[in-house]
T-cell receptor, first 116, second 117 residues
Framework: LAKTTQPISMDSYEGQEVNITCSHN???????ITWYQQFPSQGPRFIIQ???TKVTNEVASLFIPADRKSSTLSLPRVSLSDTAVYYC?????????????????FGKGTKLSVIP | GEEVAQTPKHLVRGEGQKAKLYCAPI?????VFWYQQVLKNEFKFLIS????????ETGMPKERFSAKCLPNSPCSLEIQATKLEDSAVYFC???????????????FGNGTRLTVT
């Protein structure tokens, strides 16, 4: 399974742009990168997904360099409500047995704290 | 419905008792997934279904855990003879297609917090 590494935590002031980088050195050719956001006492929520270069939606941007060994989630002008844990996922990845279907594997995530 | 609904929100069981958790996926979604979040942020994949068929059960501790997704019923995750280490938040998610298909994100419920005492 492609492993991801993210900073454990980040702090930012309101109104600033926040960039969270995820390393995935052993990403496979058919893997793509997905980011989820989780608030306390809630399930994760899909933010953005991409394969290469840049993807932008109404919430965030995702930058993926040519070698695809890392990716950066960019949150423009964060507010207090963006305080959450952000997970970077890489997939599809076969289960460790090598058989059966694919599954998404969550890493430990980055806890973003937005300060007034 | 438009949201994944999980019940109950909280469940407390004594060690050795049975626990049963329920999940109603979003209407029209063919795939259902169960994840266990034990420590603060760490998720463990348990099992996935395609309609009522088990799709991937490689994460399931089969001795005590079982799951079903029957037609016209909420999906369920059952733990026989709970242990202290089963204390966790159990999340259910659904998706239109296989979770790792492009543009088929997982939609999560808000989880069931199981406390085993």
């Amino acid at each position: 399974l492609a492993k991801t590494t993210q900073p454990i935590s980040m702090d930012s002031y309101e109104g600033q742009e926040v960039n969270i980088t995820c390393s995935h050195n052993n990403i496979a050719t058919n893997d793509y990168i997905t980011w989820y956001q989780q608030f306390p006492s809630q399930g994760p929520r899909f933010i953005i997904q991409g394969y290469k270069t840049k993807v932008t939606n109404e919430v965030a941007s995702l930058f993926i360099p040519a070698d695809r060994k890392s990716s950066t989630l960019s949150l423009p002008r964060v507010s207090l409500s963006d305080t959450a844990v952000y997970y970077c996922l890489v997939g599809p990845s076969r289960s460790y047995s090598g058989a059966g279907s694919y599954q998404l594997t969550f890493g430990k995530g980055t806890k973003l704290s937005v300060i007034p | 419905g438009e949201e994944v609904a999980q019940t109950p929100k909280h469940l407390v069981r004594g060690e050795g008792q049975k626990a049963k958790l329920y999940c109603a996926p979003i209407k029209g979604h063919s795939y259902v997934f169960w994840y266990q979040q034990v420590l603060k942020n760490e998720f463990k994949f348990l099992i996935s279904f395609q309609n009522e068929n088990v799709f991937d059960e490689t994460g399931m501790p089969k001795e005590r855990f079982s799951a079903k997704c029957l037609p016209n019923s909420p999906c369920s995750l059952e733990i026989q003879a709970t242990k202290l280490e089963d204390s966790a938040v159990y999340f259910c998610a659904s998706s239109q297609r296989e979770a790792t298909a492009y543009n088929s994100p997982l939609h999560f419920g808000n989880g069931t917090r199981l406390t085993v005492t």
